[in-house]
Nanobody, 120 residues
Framework: QVQLVESGGGLVQPGGSLTLSCAASGSILSIYIMGWFRQAPGKQRELVAS???????NYADSVKGRFSISRDNAKNTVYLQMNNLRPEDTAVYYCNAVGVTKSAQNFRSWGQGTQVTVSS
C-alpha cells in the first residue's frame, strides 16, 4: 500500500499564492511520476501538472507561467507552487503518484484531496 498525504490548501484572494505539498509513504521502490490534478464542482478531474523522475515537467495551458511543480525524490514528496491565483483555479486538488513497490507491484495512488478556494 502506498499512501499520499496532501497539505497546503486553503482560502486565498485573487492574485495570491499557495503551495501544496504531497508526501508518499509505504513500501516504495521507485516513483516514476508524480503530479497534481484538480476537480471543480460540476467538472471533470483534469491534469494540472506532472513531473517524472527524469525531471521533465508538463503543465495544463491554463496554469503555465503561474504554477510550478517540483519534487524531492529523497522524501518522495511533490510540491505545487501556485502564484497569481484566479477564481477559476478554485477546485479540490489531488496528488497522484505512479510507481513500483519493493515487492514489485505497480501502483497508482491518489491523495485525499485538498480544497483551494480563490475568492475576495
Amino acid at each position: 500500500q502506498v499512501q499520499l498525504v496532501e497539505s497546503g490548501g486553503g482560502l486565498v484572494q485573487p492574485g495570491g499564492s499557495l503551495t501544496l505539498s504531497c508526501a508518499a509513504s509505504g513500501s516504495i521502490l521507485s516513483i516514476y511520476i508524480m503530479g497534481w490534478f484538480r476537480q471543480a464542482p460540476g467538472k471533470q478531474r483534469e491534469l494540472v501538472a506532472s513531473m517524472p523522475s527524469g525531471g521533465m515537467t508538463n503543465y495544463a495551458d491554463s496554469v503555465k507561467g503561474r504554477f510550478s511543480i517540483s519534487r524531492d525524490n529523497a522524501k518522495n514528496t511533490v510540491y505545487l507552487q501556485m502564484n497569481n491565483l484566479r477564481p477559476e483555479d478554485t477546485a479540490v486538488y489531488y496528488c497522484n503518484a505512479v510507481g513500483v513497490t519493493k515487492s514489485a507491484q505497480n501502483f497508482r495512488s491518489w491523495g485525499q484531496g485538498t480544497q483551494v478556494t480563490v475568492s475576495s
